[in-house]
């Protein structure tokens, strides 16, 4: 992504302009986006565990039409954007490295990366046992701080928006830590139920965390959301980089998950449904970024902007 980032002067937070307006994207308005008449849940089975499924495209490959043929489910290939996943600890994330930073001789790509990195391995070595033997959901503002301070050791200067959630398989609920303009959608029987909310100093301006020369650059995880969402065995989870929120809908996001289903029928591998619908948002979001005649992510609504894209389709078990 190629937004603004904030400066350090004096050790203390600037941002790097003003911003004229605030940002009103559309995804912003969560009502708008969670549709009026859900499904009953009354008879649901509540979610107990995850299963998720990558596709990514750096931008580059994106304006050379590579993703007509093939996309890629590996970090190291998603352009500026990282993720991880942990299926057995039920938790999974996604940062958005900072372009700006290119301006200055960083890679943005170092920070997001690192923090994914960093942010898995505190989940997986640090909680694992709490978590395994509890059932709890990963304690997700404590893993990416700690993250974070290791990624300060290893990467001298960079920031990157960052999205992670996990599920508790005791109260069903999925937790949702969303600083900056990544987020999650939560699709059940075709129905946008939640949207997580975003975080932003203005437009084009997320909040994100991140170094510049060995001090703390930006915002705090702390500084974002943190929302709670009960889930039940059928959802789908769509999580994504702004590459993704900048050119879809929620509500097309939804749309594409329904008609997945409907194509792979009733009885279809419900893991080849979700690696598919994940196939499937990826290619709708090249296809609506590369229709920049319409210009209408820059006057506030989605479309348009070519970008790193980064889709995370979890089912819920």
């Known amino acids: 992504m190629s937004f603004r980032f904030p400066a350090l002067l004096g050790g203390s937070f600037i941002a790097a302009g003003a911003a004229q307006f605030f940002y009103q994207r559309s995804i912003n308005s969560v009502d708008d986006n969670v549709d009026t008449a859900l499904p009953d849940t009354s008879k649901l089975i509540p979610g107990t565990s995850l299963e998720t499924f990558a596709q990514c495209l750096g931008k580059k490959d994106l304006r050379k039409g590579v993703w007509k043929t ?14 991880f996943i942990l299926d057995d600890l039920r938790t999974f994330g996604v940062a958005d490295g900072v372009g700006g930073w290119s301006r200055h001789g960083v890679n943005p790509k170092d920070f997001s990366e690192s923090l994914m990195v960093e942010t898995k391995k505190q989940i997986a070595t ?3 046992a709490a978590i395994n033997s509890t059932g709890s959901a990963a304690d997700l503002e404590t893993a990416v701080t700690a993250a ?11 920031s990157s928006t960052v999205c992670v959630a996990s599920l508790d398989k005791n109260t069903h609920e999925l937790h949702v830590a969303n600083l900056g303009d990544s987020g999650l959608v939560v699709v059940r029987e075709g129905h946008v139920v939640f949207t997580a909310k975003e975080s932003t100093h203005g437009w084009n301006f997320p909040k994100q965390i991140g170094v510049n ?3 703390i650059h930006g915002d705090s995880i702390h500084d974002g959301t943190h929302e709670v969402v009960k889930v039940f065995k059928g959802d789908h989870l ?19 998950v329904k008609d997945t289903l409907a194509k792979k029928g009733p009885l279809a591998d419900g893991a080849l449904v979700a ?6 948002v990826l290619v709708a979001v090249c296809q609506s970024a590369l229709n920049e005649s319409e210009g209408k992510w820059d ?3 989605v479309g348009g902007k070519p970008d790193d894209i980064t889709v995370l389709v979890t089912r819920v078990l």
């Open 70 to 83: 093939k996309s890629f489910d590996s970090s190291p290939l998603c352009g500026e954007d990282s993720f």
């Open 126 to 128: 640090k909680q694992r």
């Open 148 to 158: 974070h301070a290791a990624t300060m050791k290893k990467v001298a200067a960079g």
């Open 213 to 215: 020369r060995g001090a």
């Open 238 to 256: 769509v999580t994504g980089s702004d590459g993704m929120l900048d050119n879809l809908e929620p509500r097309q996001i939804a749309r594409i």
């Open 275 to 280: 690696k598919s619908a994940a196939r499937n």
């Open 299 to 301: 006057q506030g609504g």
